[in-house]
């Protein structure tokens, strides 16, 4: 989802200031209606003691002032006139009257449509909040769904450093029971020990990043660091799928300033929904992932697989909500992932080359050092 900017209300002039300036104005143009004759030119400047005062938005100061032009027209005409009323006069009056009430009406309802638009602004504001709630919420069930599929991938990954860890504990004991223990020896496998533990740490930080619920946190990332970390997460279920592998990555890193987390989400998407794609064929199950410069302006990462392919029926429908094609899917992994590489200012999209498989592949704004590293 794109980052939309919140609409906000118009600066509107102070009702105070505005209706002092119009006081001062309607008592100048009384004195010279009631001083001279000149009617409908003095209706022409009430209509604008109106309108100023319509513009400071206030409805009961509008009316106040409709009431009060009509009032001071109606002495003025009086005094300017001292009792002798020609048929003329009364007319040109009367014409002064009707142009005061249709500008107040103009401007009254002027005042009501606009209120009504801000109300709309206001309505559609608080919408785009609820979708980029409800969005994130989605993001947020859909990384604790992968982390589900990812299970056994984080269980493989923390059980091997762990038995690391117990085997160079033996080694190091055996090392130190010995007649003349050796020292360099058991302290080789403490350091092993140490690194293995470290690792185990790791899987396990990048898991309780994933599972944590947070905002976003845009900083420069390496795209060929995050492919490498993805990779390292579902490295079993490409083992377990017989998935072959090959990565593409450009030298020197593409940077972009995204957020390290939701890219992993993405990548992990993308990887998953080919493993399944290939799940079926009986050919060889072949994954490319690839980073590379896309143009002056963006940085692209590429993950092509020999799967099922995209029918055509299909492609344009890949990224709506709640398509999907499997009896299980949820039909939510593709559509967050746009909504993830769109609100970085990127756009995703799918191919279907004619040789066969799937190539999901986007593009991001290249980082221009705007951003802080992380
Ligand atoms: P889900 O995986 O729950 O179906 P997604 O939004 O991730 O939801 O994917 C939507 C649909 O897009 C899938 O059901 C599948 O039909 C199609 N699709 C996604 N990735 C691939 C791919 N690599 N190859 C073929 N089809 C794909």
Redesign the pocket.
């Known amino acids: 989802m794109k980052n939309c900017r919140r609409a906000s209300p118009p600066v509107r002039p102070d009702v105070r200031v505005v209706s002092t300036l119009a006081a001062v104005i309607a008592l100048a143009v009384f004195g010279i209606a009631a001083l001279t004759s000149l009617d409908i030119a003095a209706a022409v400047f009430y209509g604008v003691v109106v309108l100023l005062v319509a513009s400071a938005g206030n409805r009961p100061a509008t009316i106040a002032a409709a009431w009060g032009c009509v009032a001071l027209m109606l002495l003025g005409f009086m005094i300017s006139h001292n009792g002798a009323y020609s048929g003329g006069a009364i007319a040109r009056c009367a014409v002064s009257l009707l142009a005061i009430a249709t500008t107040s009406r103009l401007a009254l309802r002027n005042m009501a449509a606009t209120a009504m638009l801000h109300e709309q602004v206001e309505m559609l504001n608080l919408a785009q909040e609820a979708l980029a709630r409800s969005t994130a919420e989605l993001a947020h069930v859909t990384r604790i769904t992968m982390l589900g599929e990812m299970a056994a991938s984080v269980a493989h990954e923390v059980t091997q450093p762990i038995a690391a860890i117990v085997t160079c504990g033996a080694a190091a004991l055996r090392w130190l029971n010995r007649p003349a223990p050796e020292i360099d020896e058991a302290a080789q496998s403490v350091t092993q020990m140490i690194r293995d533990a470290k690792r185990a740490d790791e899987v396990i930080q990048r898991i309780r990043s994933m599972a944590k619920k947070r905002d976003r946190l845009p900083a420069t990332v390496d795209l060929n660091g995050i492919v490498g970390e993805s990779i390292e997460l579902v490295r079993l279920e490409l083992e377990r799928h017989r998935v072959e592998l090959k990565s593409d990555l450009a030298a020197p890193p593409p940077t972009a300033c995204c957020d390290r987390v939701q890219l992993q989400q993405v990548l992990i998407?993308?990887i998953?929904?080919?493993v399944?794609?290939m799940a079926d064929v009986t050919g060889p199950r072949k994954l490319r992932i690839a980073t590379r410069r896309f143009d002056h302006e963006h940085v692209q990462v590429i993950?092509q697989?020999s799967?099922?392919?995209?029918s055509e029926e299909?492609s344009g429908h890949?990224?709506n909500a709640f398509?999907?094609?499997?009896a299980e899917?949820?039909?939510?992994?593709?559509?967050i992932?746009r909504s993830i590489v769109e609100a970085h200012g990127g756009r995703i999209w799918?191919e279907s080359p004619a040789a066969g498989?799937?190539v999901?592949q986007f593009i991001l704004p290249v980082d221009e050092g705007r951003c802080h590293e992380q």
Do not use: R
Not at 329 to 335: A, E, N, Q
């Open positions: 998407n993308l998953m929904n080919s399944q794609a993950v697989d799967g099922t392919g995209i299909n890949l990224f398509f999907t094609t499997k899917g949820m039909g939510m992994g593709l559509s992932c799918a498989g799937a999901l």
